[in-house]
């Protein structure tokens, strides 16, 4: 079995995210709607992420992209694939993370044996299109957010940049682990033991 690379480089330039792309400086805005009622507006708070993973599918960012930036006959071919918002996870830095963790938690998240959390490996600075290297990360799948799409592009072009991606299979690792926790039943209670 070949060693698979567990990220590959970032393209540089104008072309379409990759799902499992990790971003920095990414921002995202809440909007508030306190005392609507007494006539007041809403604030817009800008919130900004460390580090986001792109998480939707490679053919829908592709279609995306090709419908707002590719060529007039693309952009008719594609009209119809728009998705609009991008799904993101939010991702820490792992060494900070871990300060706040219990240690049996730490060795679960570490050995990605915990539902909730994904554990990432450092990027080295040549694989990072920033050069800097990406930290080990850590990902909490109850912290996922969207952004409008044309909003994402536009932070790229300014101020978010764009590290590495997963490759094959640490990708479908990652995205059949968020799935699955996106999928989890709720129960009303704990079966009973006896």
Known sequence: MSDAPTYIRSVAGETALRQGEVISALNLFQV?????????????????????????????L??????QFGTE??????????VFHILFCEARDAQQAKSQL????????????HERYQYLEKAPPEIDANGSGVPALII??????????????????????RHCFLGSPYLQHLVTRFY????RVCLQRDHSIE
């Open 62 to 67: 592709d279609w995306d992209y090709k419908a």
């Open 102 to 113: 219990k240690q049996g938690q730490w060795n679960q998240i570490s050995k990605n044996n």
């Open 140 to 161: 909490d799948f109850k912290r996922y957010f969207t952004i409008q799409n044309a909003d994402v592009y536009a932070q790229l072009s300014q101020t978010a940049k």
């Open 180 to 183: 699955y926790f996106q999928y």
């Open 32 to 60: 508030t709607s306190d005392n609507l009622a007494e006539g007041n507006s809403h604030k817009i708070i800008p919130i900004s992420t460390p580090y986001a993973i792109a998480m939707t599918p490679d053919c829908d």
């Open 73 to 82: 006959e693309e952009k008719k071919r594609h009209e119809a694939k728009l």
